[in-house]
């Protein structure tokens, strides 16, 4: 173990020992009831991180789940008599259930719809509390909620404080579990790049609604715990405020980040206490520090710590890029695909990008399709990896329909791509952005990955070791550990380049990889470009530099206004005299 690991599980040993010690440091009831309630708070911003810090979808409702986890256990433990703990499961639950709920409209819909969706759901339920009089006691809410009890024991103020205490450390060390795994890299490539996520094998929209589950859960169980330690619950504990005030929060601890929420929620509780002599002043001086915030640490307290460090810590690359494979099992597919592309017509309003094309794509080949810009080049690769529906035609790989299968599930059929313009988790490493390109492979159960049972250990290892193998192949291995967004522009497409035979693809689609490329960089991709071929996997290139197509391509088709003109070897068909008109606007 190195020193700095060491080093940092000594600092959260002793914070974990001083957490458990305050109710013995300070043993006034107030004390540990507000520390009881800052950790009930920072449960449910755990909860909230999952799914806006982590996955990218804002929420106001968040309050409601805790109201409907504290008003579910409020109402079993003093109308039904039920413990705390049967009663704090089903809260559990049904925070579980409606935050699904919640996420149901919205999940087509970007990050702000979502927002005004689920302010709506916290509206509406508050109005429902409210009505609800025969269940929930309307504006008066339930009183004489018990404490948990052990047997015949009772928890005081310290055992509810402790159980608290215990409760959050197991959620944020599943989180933490989570976010390493290949559930966090899903949950970041919806919120970084959708189209990045469809292109791996990540559906978005069960994404999105796990993200919500989880952070139902956690609001939910918080509701039980916060009813318990307040011995009574009302609607007035459950304002518009209330909502808000966890989405602040995670702003300012740090979205996104592990320890975000946890930090937000003290600076939020603490502050208030060092102002206590400037009350007049309290508004102003919360509204300037924001703004403060929000102008220069956008990413939060913990996004401005880690910025500061990565500053203190970070050298430039200047390691002398490795040679690159020319034959290597790990740049090998499984087995060389057939490509059909036949009458395919698509159209944007009046303006009609393909028309009738039809491509016929041989197995273990390299086939270019080039063109002038508006050619349709770009939207046929689209229609291929189903990113764009098509008005008619049809696409198969081999005997797969590929317009019938949805784009998630294409990554498992064997089709990798390579965008345009370099999509990456931008934070993330570089072992990390590759590694999720075997997210389609993926053996493990979510809980295996989360619970790190052995199966999904294994998992992770081996994806991580082939990653591994081809970084160093390709020439990154020195920057594995290096943030994506701080490689050069080269290396950032290399980057891709090795997240997308990761997959192992038996088709790999490639969307102008030549672009902003050094000269030397150039002879490296046509080298890598010849090394996938013979490894077996298809390549359906389009490029517009022609130097390049005529060296690695083995057919070129060309494109003019959405319609086919040639297809043909590349020097027939850069010779052809309606390919030179398509390109030049002139007669040959």
Same mark, same amino acid.
């Given at each position: 173990?190195?020193?700095?690991?060491?080093?940092?599980?000594?600092?959260?040993?002793?914070?974990?020992?001083?957490?458990?010690?305050?109710?013995?440091?300070?043993?006034?009831?107030?004390?540990?009831?507000?520390?009881?309630?800052?950790?009930?708070?920072?449960?449910?911003?755990?909860?909230?991180?999952?799914?806006?810090?982590?996955?990218?979808?804002?929420?106001?409702?968040?309050?409601?789940?805790?109201?409907?986890?504290?008003?579910?256990?409020?109402?079993?433990?003093?109308?039904?008599?039920?413990?705390?703990?049967?009663?704090? !499961? /089903?809260?559990?639950?049904?925070?579980? %259930? $409606? &935050?699904?709920?919640? *996420?149901?409209?919205?999940?087509?819909? #970007?990050?702000?719809?979502?927002?005004?969706?689920?302010?709506?759901?916290?509206?509406?339920?508050?109005?429902?509390?409210?009505?609800?009089?025969?269940?929930?006691?309307?504006?008066?809410?339930?009183?004489?909620?018990?404490?948990?009890?052990?047997?015949?024991?009772?928890?005081?103020?310290?055992?509810?404080?402790?159980?608290?205490?215990?409760?959050?450390?197991?959620?944020?060390?599943?989180?933490?579990?989570?976010?390493?795994?290949?559930?966090?890299?899903?949950?970041?490539?919806?919120?970084?790049?959708?189209?990045?996520?469809?292109?791996?094998?990540?559906?978005?929209?069960?994404?999105?609604?796990?993200?919500? !589950? /989880?952070?139902?859960?956690?609001?939910? %169980? $918080? &509701?039980?715990?916060? *009813?318990?330690?307040?011995?009574?619950? #009302?609607?007035?504990?459950?304002?518009?405020?209330?909502?808000?005030?966890?989405?602040?929060?995670?702003?300012?601890?740090?979205?996104?980040?592990?320890?975000?929420?946890?930090?937000?929620?003290?600076?939020?509780?603490?502050?208030?206490?060092?102002?206590?002599?400037?009350?007049?002043?309290?508004?102003?001086?919360?509204?300037?520090?924001?703004?403060?915030?929000?102008?220069?640490?956008?990413?939060?307290?913990?996004?401005?710590?880690?910025?500061?460090?990565?500053?203190?810590?970070?050298?430039?690359?200047?390691?002398?890029?490795?040679?690159?494979?020319?034959?290597?099992?790990?740049?090998?597919?499984?087995?060389? !695909?057939?490509?059909?592309?036949?009458?395919?017509?698509?159209?944007?309003?009046?303006?009609?990008?393909?028309?009738?094309? #039809?491509?016929?794509?041989?197995?273990?080949?390299?086939?270019?399709?080039?063109?002038?810009?508006?050619?349709?080049?770009?939207?046929?690769?689209?229609?291929?990896?189903?990113?764009?529906?098509?008005?008619?035609?049809?696409?198969?790989?081999?005997?797969?329909?590929?317009?019938?299968?949805?784009?998630?599930?294409?990554?498992?059929?064997?089709?990798?791509?390579?965008?345009?313009?370099?999509?990456?988790?931008?934070?993330?490493?570089?072992?990390?952005?590759?590694?999720?390109?075997?997210?389609?492979?993926?053996?493990?159960?979510?809980?295996?990955?989360?619970?790190?049972?052995?199966?999904?250990?294994?998992?992770?290892?081996?994806?991580?070791?082939?990653?591994?193998?081809?970084?160093?192949?390709?020439?990154?291995?020195?920057?594995?550990? #290096?943030?994506?967004?701080?490689?050069?522009?080269?290396?950032?497409?290399?980057?891709?380049?090795?997240?997308?035979?990761?997959?192992?693809?038996?088709?790999?689609?490639?969307?102008?990889?030549?672009?902003?490329?050094?000269?030397?960089?150039?002879?490296?991709?046509?080298?890598?470009?010849?090394?996938?071929?013979?490894?077996?996997?298809?390549?359906?290139?389009?490029?517009?530099?022609?130097?390049?197509?005529?060296?690695?391509?083995?057919?070129?088709?060309?494109?003019?206004?959405?319609?086919?003109?040639?297809?043909?070897?590349?020097?027939?068909?850069?010779?052809?005299?309606?390919?030179?008109?398509?390109?030049?606007?002139?007669?040959?």
């Amino acid at each position: 173990m190195s020193d700095r690991r060491s080093i940092r599980f000594a600092l959260i040993g002793a914070g974990v020992i001083l957490l458990f010690a305050l109710p013995l440091i300070n043993a006034h009831p107030s004390f540990i009831y507000l520390a009881a309630m800052v950790g009930v708070l920072a449960l449910v911003a755990m909860g909230l991180n999952v799914t806006m810090g982590y996955t990218g979808q804002v929420s106001l409702g968040h309050g409601a789940l805790v109201a409907v986890g504290a008003y579910t256990a409020a109402i079993l433990m003093t109308d039904q008599g039920w413990s705390f703990w049967l009663a704090a !499961a /089903v809260a559990t639950f049904t925070g579980t %259930l $409606a &935050g699904m709920v919640m *996420a149901l409209p919205a999940l087509r819909l #970007s990050s702000w719809y979502i927002a005004l969706i689920t302010l709506g759901f916290a509206m509406v339920a508050r109005t429902l509390i409210v009505e609800l009089e025969w269940l929930t006691g309307g504006y008066a809410g339930i009183v004489g909620i018990p404490r948990p009890s052990i047997g015949a024991i009772e928890l005081g103020d310290r055992g509810v404080y402790w159980l608290v205490i215990v409760v959050d450390l197991i959620v944020l060390a599943l989180i933490a579990s989570m976010a390493r795994s290949r559930i966090g890299r899903s949950m970041m490539v919806v919120r970084d790049s959708p189209e990045l996520a469809r292109a791996v094998g990540v559906d978005a929209t069960v994404i999105k609604l796990a993200t919500f !589950a /989880v952070g139902g859960a956690a609001a939910g %169980l $918080a &509701g039980a715990l916060l *009813a318990t330690n307040n011995g009574m619950v #009302s609607p007035d504990d459950f304002t518009l405020d209330f909502s808000i005030f966890f989405l602040i929060v995670v702003i300012i601890g740090g979205a996104g980040r592990l320890w975000g929420p946890i930090v937000g929620t003290l600076v939020f509780f603490a502050v208030p206490e060092l102002l206590t002599s400037l009350d007049q002043w309290r508004g102003l001086i919360y509204g300037v520090g924001l703004l403060f915030l929000m102008v220069f640490a956008p990413r939060g307290i913990i996004g401005a710590v880690e910025a500061w460090r990565d500053r203190r810590t970070h050298r430039p690359d200047f390691v002398t890029q490795e040679p690159l494979a020319t034959r290597s099992e790990h740049l090998a597919s499984g087995s060389p !695909a057939a490509l059909s592309i036949s009458e395919v017509s698509k159209s944007f309003g009046g303006v009609r990008a393909l028309d009738g094309v #039809s491509v016929e794509v041989a197995p273990g080949s390299v086939h270019a399709i080039v063109g002038p810009n508006g050619s349709g080049k770009t939207t046929l690769l689209n229609v291929v990896s189903r990113m764009l529906v098509p008005d008619s035609g049809r696409v198969r790989l081999d005997e797969t329909d590929l317009l019938s299968t949805r784009a998630e599930r294409l990554a498992a059929s064997g089709v990798a791509r390579v965008f345009q313009t370099p999509k990456l988790l931008p934070e993330a490493s570089v072992s990390d952005n590759v590694v999720l390109g075997g997210y389609a492979r993926r053996t493990a159960s979510v809980l295996g990955v989360v619970l790190r049972t052995p199966g999904g250990r294994r998992e992770e290892r081996e994806v991580r070791a082939h990653a591994h193998e081809v970084l160093v192949e390709l020439g990154l291995g020195s920057s594995e550990s #290096s943030q994506a967004d701080l490689l050069p522009h080269g290396r950032q497409r290399l980057l891709e380049m090795c997240r997308a035979l990761v997959a192992r693809p038996r088709l790999l689609i490639l969307d102008e990889p030549a672009a902003g490329l050094a000269p030397h960089e150039l002879s490296a991709l046509e080298q890598l470009i010849g090394s996938i071929r013979d490894g077996g996997t298809t390549v359906l290139l389009v490029e517009h530099h022609i130097e390049l197509v005529a060296r690695v391509a083995d057919t070129v088709t060309v494109l003019d206004r959405g319609r086919l003109v040639v297809t043909a070897t590349p020097d027939e068909a850069l010779a052809d005299r309606r390919v030179v008109e398509a390109y030049l606007g002139v007669s040959s």
